[in-house]
T-cell receptor, first 114, second 112 residues
Framework: GAGVSQSPSNKVTEKGKDVELRCDPISGHTALYWYRQSLGQGLEFLIYFQGNSAPDKSGLPSDRFSAERTGGSVSTLTIQRTQQEDSAVYLC????????????FGQGTRLTVV | DAKTTQPPSMDCAEGRAANLPCNHSTISGNEYVYWYRQIHSQGPQYIIHGLKNNETNEMASLIITEDRKSSTLILPHATLRDTAVYYCIVRPFDFGNEKLTFGTGTRLTIIP
């Protein structure tokens, strides 16, 4: 596709379950970001991947959150033992190269923990 | 930690210029000013960025003060589709430290 693709678009899960959110960046983009946005709030940085460099994980809120990027392309954000406060829209973005002008965002995955 | 300060909300009449201010008094020499906007239920969209010179593109103009401590995003002829939350972001241009840190932004409402 032409843009950043995220799946699923919506996810409802029970408290305590694990979830995986997927991000397909724009082909050739080496930088990939994950953010989350709680209802009515701004974007909270989670993690940043750049090429083969070690990811910047400084925004992950707890050790229940992890992310990986396989082959420098697709990324998966995993939340273990979900809690109600994890309910949010999770946004992925990619950009062409380090320091590139523009980050392109996906439409997000709306996660609801019940 | 967001390094910018923006008014929480603004209104602008359709067809008029919308001027959105941003304060970034602690900006460093290697940091750019970026603007993104987020229309309801969509992911953020890049608008423009600059270092110290004023910039213009097809969407907007960016005016940065000479001391770089503040800037203004100008939408020259606002339309209803410009209603969105506008984020002013200071972004370092350092290897390995280029994440975008969003603040709370300005909710701009275009009034018909």
């Amino acid at each position: 596709g032409a843009g950043v693709s995220q799946s699923p678009s919506n996810k409802v899960t029970e408290k305590g379950k694990d979830v995986e959110l997927r991000c397909d960046p724009i082909s050739g983009h080496t930088a990939l970001y994950w953010y989350r946005q709680s209802l009515g709030q701004g974007l909270e940085f989670l993690i940043y991947f750049q090429g083969n460099s070690a990811p910047d994980k400084s925004g992950l809120p707890s050790d229940r959150f992890s992310a990986e990027r396989t082959g420098g392309s697709v990324s998966t954000l995993t939340i273990q033992r979900t809690q109600q406060e994890d309910s949010a829209v999770y946004l992925c973005a990619s950009s062409l190269s380090r320091g590139a002008t523009e980050a392109f965002f996906g439409q997000g995955t709306r996660l609801t923990v019940v | 930690d967001a390094k910018t300060t923006q008014p929480p909300s603004m209104d602008c009449a359709e067809g008029r210029a919308a001027n959105l201010p941003c304060n970034h008094s602690t900006i460093s020499g290697n940091e750019y000013v970026y603007w993104y906007r987020q229309i309801h239920s969509q992911g953020p969209q890049y608008i423009i960025h600059g270092l110290k010179n004023n910039e213009t593109n097809e969407m907007a103009s960016l005016i940065i003060t000479e001391d770089r401590k503040s800037s203004t995003l100008i939408l020259p002829h606002a339309t209803l589709r410009d209603t969105a939350v506008y984020y002013c972001i200071v972004r370092p241009f350092d290897f390995g430290n280029e994440k975008l840190t969003f603040g709370t932004g300005t909710r701009l409402t275009i009034i018909p």
